[in-house]
């Protein structure tokens, strides 16, 4: 009858089970940068050479395709609806992007740029019509373009409605995951390099990140609440310096109040991370060069769960799965032992 009434006290947000990197493919002479995951079976990868991935079940087989044309470019962001729809992002010079409708056996040129200094970021879409490309500032704005018909066309926003960059900020095509869903019609996107902020319809608000060279500010935003896309309140920033990667100081903050105020955590990921991805509301991932971090409280405090480094880690839009994804063609799966 004792045994009844005992009382385990665990900390606020701490989880029976503790998270773990299980490794599923790797050994291609490719970085991969790109990652969605469409359900736990079905996810996307793309990277340079041309190289785009796919599996359909949750990464015990793979299909691993170059991009016809293309076995040059470098592929930082993918958006995939299901298993045979996706569109891949080429960055620079001339940036594409380019849509698949039958699996990666063919793909359709569906936007090209060739303006000199042009550089795409990274995607994101609302559903399966909506979405948005960021990209580096031309002449002082930075760019950005929509689509409403599911990637299958782009129009550019008029560049006098475009943000204003500060000299030496741009974004990072790290992750594919600057720019995130803010609630049903507004995204928001951050920015590094001479200066950090968070750009949304709003005044552009200033991140308490590293900054001030080339290599720093952030690479990545989160938005909790942005699969409901009721308004997301939370959201966490990762960036730091990448020619400093083990630095813990000016690489994670994290707010309550849609980024009216900025909160560092008490114990921060371990160097600098280049993407960040919500699990759950307490439940958040990081990685980068020197490995992958695990919050348990929201982004208050970080403890690494393995030194093997990835560029992106996405949860599945439909289902529980959370994949990461970096060089030497390296694909994962986060368990639970």
């Not at 000199?116 to 031309?138: R, S, T």
């Not at 630095?247 to 993407?275: D, E, F, I, M």
Request: proline fraction near 3%; glycine fraction near 12%; aromatic fraction near 10%.
């Amino acid at each position: 009858m004792v045994a009844m009434f005992i009382i385990f006290i665990l900390p606020w947000g701490v989880r029976a089970q503790k998270p773990d990197v299980l490794l599923l493919t790797s050994g291609t002479k490719t970085s991969l940068r790109g990652l969605s995951v469409v359900n736990d079976h079905v996810l996307w990868v793309s990277g340079n050479n041309g190289t785009v991935g796919k599996t359909t079940n949750g990464g015990k087989s793979w299909k691993w395709m170059t991009v016809q044309g293309f076995e040059k470019n470098d592929f930082r962001d993918i958006e995939a609806f299901d298993a045979t729809t996706a569109i891949i992002m080429s960055v620079a010079e001339p940036a594409y992007i380019l849509k698949t409708t039958n699996g990666g056996e063919t793909w359709k040129v569906v936007y090209e740029n060739r303006t000199k200094g042009m550089f795409l970021d990274a995607m994101e879409f609302w559903n399966e019509q909506a979405g948005i490309v960021v990209g580096d500032p031309i002449d002082g704005k930075f760019f950005i373009a929509r689509s409403f018909d599911g990637g299958s066309s782009w129009q550019e926003i008029p560049f006098d409605k475009r943000p204003v960059a500060d000299s030496g900020e741009a974004c990072f095509a790290a992750s594919g995951t600057n720019v995130r869903a803010l609630d049903r019609d507004e995204a928001v996107f951050v920015s590094g390099g001479l200066r950090s902020r968070m750009f949304s319809q709003s005044t552009p608000r200033v991140l308490p990140l590293s900054q001030g060279k080339e290599t720093t500010g952030a690479n990545s935003i989160a938005v909790w609440d942005n699969r409901r896309l009721r308004g997301g309140k939370r959201m966490i920033v990762v960036g730091g310096d990448f020619a400093a990667d083990s630095l813990r100081t000016g690489n994670c903050v994290y707010t309550s109040n849609r980024g009216k105020t900025w909160q560092v955590p008490a114990t921060p990921p371990h160097g600098y991370r280049s993407c960040v991805e919500y699990f759950s509301k307490r439940d958040v991932f990081s990685c980068g060069l020197n490995g992958v971090d695990y919050s348990a409280d929201g982004g208050r405090n970080w403890y690494r769960i393995t030194r093997e480094g990835f560029h992106v880690c996405r949860a599945a839009r439909l289902g529980t799965a959370i994949y990461l994804a970096g060089s030497n063609g390296r694909v994962a799966k986060i368990i639970w032992k």
